[in-house]
């Protein structure tokens, strides 16, 4: 009977790892460079929902803006996000992604 539950197992892995292909886009890989995940978390959040105001991450992901922002400025300096006005908005190339050509001039 352990061969057989052992057998069963990886199935069930198997049928695990499919029901991933009804998840939402998201970058295959995490920007690299960023250690924390607070920072990963405030990254994927951006490029999911695009623009955002440090008031609505900070709402949204239950920060506080004193924490949010050392995040937000690493993300900046590692050019995975980019600021427009008062929002900050996913850096198109971060990953090459398409897109990029009509933001540059």
């Keep these: 009977m352990n ?3 052992s057998t069963t ?4 892995r198997e049928s695990t ?4 292909s009804n998840a939402p886009a998201v970058p295959e890989t995490l920007p690299g460079g960023v ?9 994927l959040y951006v490029r999911q929902r695009g623009a955002c105001s440090a008031e609505e991450l900070a709402e949204s992901l ?11 400025r ?15 908005v996913p850096a198109e190339d ?3 992604g398409a897109g990029a050509a009509g933001t540059a001039d």
């Design 94 to 96: 971060a990953f090459g």
């Design 9 to 12: 197992t990886p199935t069930t």
């Design 35 to 43: 250690s924390s995940a607070e920072a990963k978390l405030v990254y």
């Design 17 to 20: 790892d499919d029901s991933h």
């Design 62 to 72: 239950r920060l506080t803006k004193l924490s949010l922002f050392p995040h937000l």
């Design 74 to 88: 690493t993300l900046l300096d590692r050019g995975l996000l980019r600021r427009e006005d008062d929002r900050y």
């Design 3 to 5: 061969a057989q539950q």
